[in-house]
């Protein structure tokens, strides 16, 4: 079956530091990924889009990498912020309409 | 330029009512989609729609679970005789293609049937 995994486990850092998230996928043939943020009670925010072709993709303090052999996608966020703490979500499709969400990783960055 | 609009934010049913759920997308999108999303659960697909018609409705419950894009007015999402599992937070979602890529959600719908 189709998988999507996240680390369940709240992600702890220290502000200034480099957060880095994992999504995982298992049965997709992804044409692109994307990468979401959830604040509490409010609907996901699209932050990147990354190709098959592409290895890496960086917005400002955003990084994307994505490596197709391992099936992987790490999300960076450097010299973190208070700001940044949010659920961050990963998506991808397969060739249909369908996006799906692995359930997110909680990240808090402390001053 | 308003974003994705839904309401109610909060709707309370008693189990047996009708939820009718409404999502204006965003200005010059023509493409909604529809997810749940259960507490500790991840978003899931339901449906996705265009201007009067229903393309994909593959996450759909195939009972008393309905979805409308009509050509004037909101996509509606409707939940007949509604159940406690039913209690979740509905996402609208719209796209200005039918790629899925970079989709515009809106705040949700907390449905809670008591």
């Known amino acids: 079956s189709q998988k999507i995994e996240q680390n369940s486990e709240a992600l702890n850092i220290q502000e200034g530091k480099t957060a880095t998230l994992t999504c995982n996928y298992t049965n997709y043939s992804p044409a692109y990924l994307q990468w979401y943020r959830q604040d509490p009670g409010r609907g996901p925010v699209f932050l990147l889009l990354?190709?098959?072709?592409?290895k890496e993709k960086r917005k400002e303090r955003l990084k994307v990498t994505f490596d197709t052999t391992l099936k992987q996608s790490l999300f960076h966020i450097t010299a973190s912020q208070p700001a940044d703490s949010a659920t961050y979500l990963c998506a991808l499709s397969n060739s249909g309409y369908a996006l799906n969400f692995g359930k997110g990783t909680s990240l808090l960055v402390t001053p | 330029n308003a974003g994705v609009m839904q309401n109610p934010r909060h709707l309370v049913r008693r189990r047996g009512q009708e939820a009718r759920l409404r999502c204006s997308p965003m200005?010059?999108?023509?493409?909604v989609y529809w997810y749940r999303q259960l507490p500790e659960e991840g978003l899931k697909f339901m449906v996705y729609?265009?201007?009067?018609?229903?393309?994909?409705e593959s996450g759909m419950p195939k009972e008393r679970f309905s979805a409308e894009f009509p050509k004037e007015g909101p996509s509606i999402l409707r939940i007949q005789q509604v159940v406690r599992g039913d209690s979740a937070a509905y996402f609208c979602?719209?796209?200005?293609?039918?790629?899925?890529?970079?989709?515009?959600f809106g705040s949700g719908t907390q449905l809670s049937v008591l």
């Open positions: 200005k010059g999108h023509s493409h």
């Open positions: 729609l265009q201007k009067e018609n229903i393309i994909d």
């Open positions: 979602a719209s796209s200005p293609s039918g790629e899925n890529e970079k989709l515009f």
């Open positions: 990354i190709r098959e072709n592409e």
